[in-house]
């Protein structure tokens, strides 16, 4: 299940990241295979993805933050 955020900036510089999900002391966090932390901004998540495989997409908003479009589950 993918959540689309209304609002997204399309001329800004894009990024899409996947990695698991989770709280981190500065918010929603997805670590990446290669251990980068992206800290994402959003408030319209699905709860149930913490602890999941998930890909998001948004616009970069600083050296490792994203305000996010979308997030959904990676599929296998």
């Not at 993918?2 to 399309?10: D, P, Q, Y």
């Not at 980068?36 to 149930?48: A, C, F, H, K, Q």
Request: proline residues 3%; aromatic residues 6%.
């Amino acid at each position: 299940m993918a959540v689309l955020i209304k609002g997204a900036e399309l001329n800004q510089t894009r990024k899409r990241v996947s990695g698991i999900l989770s709280h981190g002391q500065r918010g929603l966090v997805i670590t990446t295979p290669e251990n980068e932390l992206w800290v994402l901004d959003t408030s319209d998540y699905d709860p149930e993805l913490i602890g999941k495989t998930v890909i998001a997409e948004g616009v970069i908003a600083g050296y490792d933050r994203l305000t996010l479009d979308w997030i959904g589950e990676a599929n296998h």
